[in-house]
């Protein structure tokens, strides 16, 4: 089942897909938008955007894990969008802490 290690590694292919197709809405957003700020509502880091990079940041560490290619190819503006908050100064404590390193909570990250 999903809850293990072989259900984890036979339902990647689908779920990759699934990711594209949710990364195809997100980075339509992103272009629609098409200011010049990073952030998914405004000028500065609201709820939405730690939402969205705690999602991509799952599947990152999902796709590493399986020695695959990042969901993040072919759609620049996600990957964009991705690695400018990481790189946010004010969030770099948080990241190199003990609670980024927590494991994730999605059910299905069998890998952890």
Same mark, same amino acid.
């Given at each position: 089942?999903?809850?293990?290690? /072989?259900?984890? @590694?036979?339902? =990647?292919?689908?779920?990759? @897909?699934?990711?594209? =197709?949710?990364?195809?809405? #997100?980075?339509?957003?992103? =272009?629609?938008?098409?200011? /010049?700020?990073?952030?998914?509502?405004?000028?500065?880091?609201?709820?939405?955007?730690?939402? #969205?990079? @705690? #999602?991509?940041?799952?599947? @990152?560490? $999902?796709?590493?894990?399986?020695?695959?290619? $990042?969901?993040?190819?072919?759609?620049?503006?996600?990957?964009?969008?991705?690695?400018?908050?990481? =790189?946010?100064?004010?969030?770099?404590?948080?990241?190199?802490?003990?609670?980024?390193?927590?494991?994730?909570?999605?059910?299905?990250?069998?890998?952890?």
């Amino acid at each position: 089942g999903s809850g293990s290690r /072989a259900g984890y @590694e036979a339902q =990647a292919d689908g779920h990759f @897909e699934t990711v594209k =197709a949710h990364y195809t809405k #997100m980075e339509g957003w992103l =272009a629609h938008k098409g200011d /010049a700020t990073f952030f998914v509502v405004g000028d500065a880091p609201a709820a939405p955007d730690f939402h #969205m990079w @705690e #999602m991509i940041d799952q599947q @990152e560490l $999902s796709a590493k894990d399986l020695n695959r290619a $990042s969901p993040l190819e072919g759609f620049p503006l996600l990957a964009k969008f991705y690695a400018a908050l990481r =790189a946010l100064p004010t969030l770099q404590e948080y990241f190199a802490g003990s609670m980024y390193a927590l494991p994730l909570n999605n059910p299905q990250a069998a890998f952890f």
